[in-house]
């Protein structure tokens, strides 16, 4: 400071300082960020990548090639930010981090602490190695076979607080704007276009509250602790810690040229402790600790590093990594174990979007981003609860109907999925048209009624809105009529609705469509679902069986058509 | 980064150097790391290690079916296709019938590992006739392990209630273990995808395949009784105690599948035993009152013709065949005719 009073240094160099740099990156990807959920709809997708961030996020690259053993789609962009960070460090987490940005923002907005006190808030502290255990249990879950790291890592964590909690809370003020405005005679139909999930309807998500509330006390904490989640929960933070240990580049320390004067910990957002050995698995590559060194003691370089300057490898020894992979094993069967959701035993509820792998597949790929949750068109999606799909399924998607249907010719989910858990399907495929003709629609599962409750069938009034809605041809909602004379004396002709099973493909139109509403007298539950052997309801499908004897396929080779017989065998 | 000591002769207090060979090596490891990871991510597919899986469908796991031998042993000559002991025990009954056929030993040889597939369903009493008799079980098993020398005798189902004690109250598991035989009780990982070229409904499909790991015969011993919806289960019937997986889906089409199973398994031999008959309320029984006590075994090469004959004479039915014994015959599995190939013994 005293220095700059002596020299004075030109406005334009004042500008040009490398944390400036810092916050326009972090300004550029928070932008790209909001844009990409605001892009993750269906009149505005148009090809744009807007899965990315959740496809660059090096944590669900190496927890899905774990868990599946392989690497889907575009989900090899993760490299970039590996290369980033053996390069130099964990930039990702202060430079691109759309979630880090967040937190430092709320931390600098809200921060209320002196100098000094800000010194012994962002000293290093032994808490911090958590995200560590949480980082080994995620990565033993993934290999066992069941992806938890959603739940923590913070691109899913905001994908899914802004799918869930965010859009629907900002849409709702902007709707309130216009129609506050439209009320003092100003109608803006051009605020649609700010709206993140556009529907005509509020959207709502069940459960959302506590997505919400994860997200406000994460963030709050920074009042408390700064850089909270990033420094104590974040288990990319704790992966790319790791990773950093390989950095070319690093904050190094002129030991001679220091003063000891603590001004570098007044920023430092990773609590990197820059003022002594620099904890480089800790460091966020903020910069801040050079733009406030008063003695240029410290640079950001990869010559002429001070090997004595630095602790290269996280606070986390041999016994705690034990104790981790421990941890790890035990919640394997803790979370596969309870019960909710085996082929015997699932929920009627739990019904996966179109698309979907077999549920156990669908544990190993599902990071509970709610990409598909924000992209789909009528709500129907939703964030599982305990009680749908067990502590092993929260938040992963189902489709609950009473909120919505699954259009006959939309696969958007399936194309925003950015690990496959929804596999991307074409329209062609999800109908079972054209090359997949002989195999049939996918189907998510099967409708039934509720005779006590259905109109025609209970209560001698006219109605098959659901036999009107089915989207299917021929219709899997058929009817037997009867003419009655009805308690007036009136004669009526009832339409008295049934399934066939074999046309049903899951949709869930009849039940969205029911007027019977509090509990509807046709529902879809997922027995049926095409997806699994072990969950179908028909030994076959005639439907399926006619059109193959249609199209005069030629019966389906046997796949073990060509296995020798293995003697004994 | 290990910590070195500061070489002798370096002044105390001047900062040390990052050497070349530590910036090599880890340059080198920042290199490795990245190069390994994009390998994995963009290498195409058919690159040993790689992990690219464009359109999701890599990462399905593939079902490896694997195909039954045929256990069949051509009949002497001369000898009829079904063969029925009358009188005396369990055991004069069984030897009656066998030594028509040729003789067991004809069948069986020294050395062979040979499973048996009783019907072991419920859990209930052998009074019952829910389960195959215990009695006939046992004879069968010395006759193997005595008569025919053979390596070892395996039993095995996977019923529909708890094995374990399907197997005890039964009498099953007390009779093996006295005659010398082992028990095969199913348990998750004893199953693997099974191939059944041409069959209607279980081309691939779950099958309680660990018994018969190197089994060179199979021969199924099964009861007589009542069946709700296929009229009867006998020999054919039987072999459903070896499927896995959603097998209750195949009541939607009983008889397509109980003539798939004949294609499924070629046995060695079918034992029929009408010591019990269930004549009704099968296939659980329940009450003695329906079980009628009659005086046959029966031991034939061919399964069809032993449902046949059985559902005519042990179950005395006059209606029709059961539709899934003609569907066999469709099948090419055996010929449901018994007119001159049953050899009665009194």
Redesign the interface.
């Known amino acids: 400071m005293m220095a700059r009073a002596r020299n004075p240094v030109p406005r334009i160099r004042q500008m040009l300082r490398i944390t400036n740099a810092r916050i326009a990156s972090q300004a550029v990807f928070f932008g790209l960020f909001v844009g990409a959920a605001w892009a993750t709809w269906t009149s505005r997708l148009g090809g744009y990548p807007v899965s990315r961030f959740l496809e660059l996020d090096p944590l669900v690259f190496t927890t899905t090639l774990l868990s599946t053993g392989y690497v889907y789609r575009f989900l090899g962009a993760a490299v970039l930010i590996i290369a980033a960070t053996v390069l130099f460090g964990r930039v990702f987490c202060n430079w691109i981090c759309p979630y880090g940005s967040l937190h430092q923002l709320i931390g600098w907005l809200f921060n209320v602490r002196s100098h000094r006190e800000r010194w012994a808030a962002n000293r290093y502290r032994p808490i911090f190695a958590l995200k560590y255990v949480g980082l080994g249990v995620f990565v033993v879950l993934a290999a066992f076979g069941s992806l938890q790291v959603g739940l923590l890592d913070p691109i899913c964590l905001l994908h899914r607080s802004f799918a869930t909690a965010i859009a629907p809370m900002f849409d709702g003020v902007v709707d309130g704007t216009r129609s506050a405005l439209a009320g003092a005679g100003l109608d803006l139909p051009a605020l649609a276009a700010v709206k993140l999930a556009p529907a005509g309807e509020p959207r709502a998500f069940i459960g959302s509250f506590w997505i919400g509330a994860l997200l406000v006390t994460l963030v709050a904490l920074n009042v408390v602790v700064p850089r909270f989640f990033c420094r104590t929960l974040c288990p990319l933070g704790a992966f790319l810690g790791v990773l950093s240990r390989l950095a070319l580049f690093r904050i190094n320390r002129d030991a001679s040229a220091c003063t000891n004067c603590n001004l570098c910990l007044t920023r430092c957002e990773g609590a990197a402790d820059p003022a002594g050995q620099l904890r480089l698995s800790e460091c966020f590559a903020c910069m801040s600790c050079i733009d406030d060194c008063p003695e240029d003691a410290l640079r950001f370089t990869a010559l002429r590093q001070d090997p004595e300057q630095v602790v290269a490898t996280p606070d986390f020894g041999r016994r705690q990594l034990l104790f981790t992979g421990a941890l790890g094993m035990l919640a394997f069967p803790l979370l596969k174990n309870n019960g909710l959701n085996t082929d015997a035993s699932y929920s009627p509820g739990l019904i996966r979007p179109p698309g979907s792998v077999e549920e156990g597949e669908f544990l190993k790929k599902c990071i509970k981003c709610e990409q598909c949750l924000k992209v789909c068109p009528t709500n129907v999606l939703q964030p599982a609860g305990l009680d749908i799909a067990g502590p092993e399924g929260l938040w992963t998607p189902v489709m609950v109907f009473n909120l919505g249907h699954c259009q006959l010719t939309c696969t958007l989910c399936s194309e925003v999925c950015p690990t496959g858990a929804i596999r991307r399907i074409t329209v062609e495929e999800k109908l079972g048209r054209g090359p997949y003709r002989s195999r049939g629609p996918l189907a998510l599962g099967t409708a039934f009624f509720d005779r006590g409750r259905c109109l025609p069938h209970a209560m001698q009034i006219p109605c098959v809105v659901c036999e009107e809605v089915c989207p299917v041809s021929p219709k899997a909602i058929q009817t037997e009529d009867e003419e009655v004379i009805d308690a007036f004396g009136q004669r009526v002709l009832l339409n008295k609705p049934f399934v066939v099973p074999d046309l049903c493909i899951g949709c869930g139109i009849c039940q969205s469509e029911c007027p019977v509403t509090a509990s509807r007298a046709v529902y879809v539950t997922a027995v049926g679902e095409t997806r699994s052997a072990a969950r179908r309801l028909l030994l076959r499908r005639r439907s399926v069986l006619a059109a193959q004897a249609g199209a005069g396929d030629a019966p389906a080779a046997s796949p073990g058509a060509a296995l020798p017989a293995t003697p004994g065998q | 980064?290990a910590?070195?000591e500061r070489p002798a002769g370096e002044p105390a207090?001047?900062?040390?150097?990052?050497?070349r060979r530590?910036?090599l090596t880890?340059?080198l490891?920042?290199?490795g790391?990245?190069s390994a990871?994009?390998y994995?991510?963009?290498a195409p597919e058919d690159w040993p290690g790689a992990?690219?899986?464009?359109?999701?469908?890599?990462?399905?796991?593939a079902?490896k079916?694997?195909?039954?031998?045929d256990f069949r042993v051509a009949k002497p000559v001369g000898a009829p296709d079904v063969a029925v002991g009358h009188g005396g025990d369990a055991m004069t009954r069984l030897r009656k019938a066998l030594d028509a056929l040729g003789g067991l030993a004809h069948y069986v040889s020294p050395g062979d590992i040979v499973l048996l597939k009783p019907n072991v369903a419920f859990d209930r009493a052998p009074v019952l006739a829910a389960t195959t008799n215990p009695e006939i079980l046992a004879a069968l098993i010395r006759l193997i392990l005595v008569d025919c020398r053979a390596q070892e005798v395996r039993v095995a189902d996977n019923p529909i209630e708890s094995p374990a004690d399907c197997f005890a109250k039964s009498g099953i598991a007390a009779a093996v273990a006295s005659a010398g035989g082992r028990v095969y009780l199913p348990d998750a990982n004893a199953f693997r995808i099974l191939?059944t070229?041409d069959s209607r409904?279980i081309?691939?499909w779950q099958f309680f395949h660990r018994p018969?790991?190197?089994?060179?015969k199979v021969i199924g011993v099964a009861p007589v009784k009542d069946h709700n919806l296929c009229l009867a289960s006998m020999g054919m019937k039987n072999w459903y105690g070896l499927l896995g997986?959603?097998r209750n889906?195949?009541h939607?089409?009983i008889h397509e599948l109980v003539s798939d199973l004949s294609l499924m398994i070629r046995p060695t031999l079918t034992i029929l035993d009408g010591t019990y008959v269930l004549m009704r309320n099968g296939p659980t029984g329940g009450d003695p009152a329906d079980v009628r006590p009659g005086d046959a075994v029966v031991a034939a090469v061919d399964p069809v013709a032993a449902d046949a004959w059985a559902y005519r004479h042990l179950l005395s039915r006059t209606t029709e065949l059961p539709r899934y014994l003609l569907l066999a015959e469709e099948k090419g599995t055996g010929s449901a005719s018994t007119e001159g190939r049953v050899r009665e013994i009194a």
């Open positions: 980064m910590r070195r207090g001047a900062p040390r150097q990052l050497t530590a910036f880890r340059a490891g920042a290199a790391v990245t990871a994009a994995a991510a963009y992990a690219r899986d464009a359109d999701g469908l890599r990462s399905v796991p079902v079916p694997f195909r039954l031998t191939n070229p409904l081309e691939n018969l790991t190197n089994a060179n997986g959603r889906q195949f939607q089409d």
